[in-house]
């Protein structure tokens, strides 16, 4: 069976991760990866706490096993509020998929959570070691959503050599060969974000999983026009007229303000379908490698069986 030391400390069958993105990855598709083995996340970025408390109980009556939450925390105030709710409700795993959370960690740990972070760098890895999170994710410029600028083939070993706690990978990981590539530069388990947005439970809109499947190799681009920090997405003429001046792009959150009075974040289509000539479509690189739109539980076992094949393949190698 595919398991690793990160199974055993989180819970789970495999040493797979959902990626906790925001307005996408909400209940039911936290709760089918975490059916299914893997560890899902509520990507709670945009919820309030009285939302994210709606959320951890309708994920908790589809799944008994371990999930996780994920929230932005590149300043404190914009988690301070949220704390308390997953401390009340029993949450066992947090992941802050931007900055270190070190004002909270001390506090997380008391109540028996686990923190998890993002890193685009070694430098962010062992600074987040050292503030006491217990795994960190190297996640490379492929990623989706918020992300750096090196590479997973780069960053992820730099950062297993960098640093003492687990180490998982992300960027651009859309099947099991990725994943076997993960395990292979070191990580103990691998993040996939952008490959469960074309799932039905992923709480997207259509023509956002629409756009996935048209994606190529080169149909994503590193922008601040959406948020004020650098997130990868599908290229669109809204982009276009956005980095032909960028100085005019704001810095976050004040970009974010920006683009909320312009209606272009509603990729989540609690709003009906996007213009997807204007809307943020968060996506990574593996994009390329969508072609069907399939249940969470059909796509996680196909990662597994892809994940054995591919590991397989090289033991042939060796061997």
Known sequence: MLRTEICDYFGIEYPIMLAGMGGVSMHRLAAAVSNAGGLGVIGAAGLDPQRLRAEIRA?????????????????????????????????????????????????????????????????????????????????????????????????????????????????????????????ALGACGAVVGTRFIATPEAQAAQGYREALLRAADDSTVRTRCYTGKPARCIRNPYIVEWEQDPSRIKPFPEQLGVSYRNKVLDYDGKHGD??????????????????????????????????????????????
Not at 163 to 183: C, E, F, K, N, T
Not at 274 to 283: E, G, K, N, S
Not at 285 to 311: D, K, M, N, P, Y
């Open 59 to 183: 994920t908790r009556e589809l799944t008994a096993k371990p999930f996780a939450v994920d929230l932005l925390a590149p300043l404190p105030e914009m988690i301070r509020p949220h704390v308390p709710v997953m401390i009340d409700e029993g949450v066992e795993i947090f992941v802050a998929g931007l900055a270190v959370p070190k004002e909270f960690i001390a506090t997380m740990h008391e109540h028996g959570m686990k923190v998890v972070v993002m890193c685009g760098k070694v430098r962010h890895a062992q600074k987040a070691e050292a503030a006491g999170a217990d795994v960190v994710v190297a996640q490379g410029t492929e990623a989706g959503g918020h992300t750096g600028e090196v590479g997973a083939l780069a960053l992820i070993p730099q950062v297993r050599d960098a640093v003492r706690i687990p180490v998982l990978a992300a960027g651009g990981i859309s099947d099991g060969r990725g994943v076997a590539a993960a395990l």
């Open 274 to 319: 996007i213009d997807p000539l204007r809307t943020f479509m968060p996506a990574g690189q593996g994009a390329g490698l969508i072609r069907q739109i399939e249940s969470a539980a059909e796509l996680f076992a196909r990662l597994v069986a892809e994940t054995e094949a591919a590991i397989g393949r090289l033991r042939q190698i060796v061997g």
